[in-house]
């Protein structure tokens, strides 16, 4: 039995490695139009949470032998008339929701460490509760705090809206979305096209906190794009890609994991080379995965901002 169980993992291990990773052509991106961002426009990665996982986890062909970190983040986002949550990590009641509806075999693969959630945070740092949550998607590592901020809206497209509604486990944890006190604010992307995007969501109505549709990895996912009083520009991409890796070469996520993970995998790397595009096109502009502790360690977290 154990030389069986260990001749499946090894079969397992070299399925991952000769699984094909798609022959790519990265599509010619477009310029970002120039945005003039007003004097307080500034964002903080809240880190909620963390993990350790092989690289060969979260990208095709990604290495057997490297470990990666992994974060779970909240983005803060102050602006002049107003602040907002894009993603909102892990929350107060995290592992009473993961304990309770995540089953036995999703447990381990998406264990965490360190749980900080975003309300202890802000309120040690004598920060009130943002007016406004939005969400790159409504998966449970996004959405766990929503509960925490029952003052707040939360403001998902009307896709992402009706996939939650219908989400289960692993990915979609109802205790987190289906609270009576929870205030839910459907949009349409009703704004104009932007760079390669056929349309936009202007928080602010002035360009520099801008929503884009990246729908793949699940119908309704975002991108949030930021432009700072210095001109810099981030590019908040959500589980587009886990790891950086799947921009620089480019590639889907590994296949397994994609597998159980990704609504729609075409629709997630035609995603992934619509960024990547976006990225070749605008010099300058940080992408920044959900998941990725070596991009946000360049950032730095909480209660350091960038911009203002
Ligand atoms: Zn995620």
């Known amino acids: 039995m154990r030389k069986l169980l260990l001749l499946i993992v090894i079969a ?24 003039d961002a007003p004097a307080g426009t500034r964002f903080a990665l809240i880190r909620t949470g963390d993990a350790t996982t092989l690289e060969a986890m979260t990208v095709a062909n990604g290495s057997l032998f490297h470990l990666t970190r992994i974060n779970h983040v909240a983005v803060l986002v102050e602006h002049p008339n107003g602040r907002l949550l894009f993603d909102t990590g892990l929350g107060l009641k995290v592992d009473q929701q ?35 949550i939005f969400l790159s998607h409504a998966h449970w590592d996004h959405a766990s705090a929503i509960v925490d901020f029952p003052q707040a809206e ?5 896709a992402e809206r009706s996939a939650a509604t219908r989400g289960q486990p692993p990915a979609y944890l109802p205790s987190q979305l289906n609270d009576a006190s929870t205030r839910w ?23 520099s906190v801008v929503l884009l549709p990246l729908p793949g ?11 700072v009083p210095d001109g810099h520009r981030y590019f908040f991409i959500g589980d587009t ?22 609504a729609d995998r075409a629709a997630t790397f035609a995603a992934v080379l619509k960024v ?12 920044v995965p959900a998941h990725d502790a070596s991009v946000h360690d360049t950032i730095g977290y909480f209660p350091t901002f960038v911009g203002g």
């Open 12 to 35: 397992a291990l070299a399925a991952w490695r000769l699984w094909p990773v798609p022959e790519v052509r990265i599509p010619t991106g477009e310029a970002l139009p120039v945005v």
């Open 276 to 287: 990547r595009a976006l990225q070749d096109a605008n010099p300058g502009l940080i992408v």
């Open 98 to 132: 993961f304990g309770s509806e995540m089953s036995l075999w999703a447990k381990p693969v998406f264990a965490y460490a360190h749980a900080n959630p975003a309300a202890t945070q802000l309120q040690a740092a004598g920060l009130a509760a943002p007016d406004r």
């Open 217 to 227: 990895h699940t119908p309704g996912s975002s991108g949030l794009l930021i432009t």
């Open 185 to 207: 604010h459907a949009f349409t992307f009703s704004g104009p096209a932007i760079a390669d995007f056929d349309a936009s969501f202007d928080v602010f109505g002035d360009g």
């Open 241 to 262: 890609v886990w790891n950086h890796l799947g921009l620089e070469r480019p590639a889907p996520k590994f296949s397994v994991s994609s597998l159980i993970v990704d």
């Open 154 to 158: 939360v403001w998902v497209p009307d």
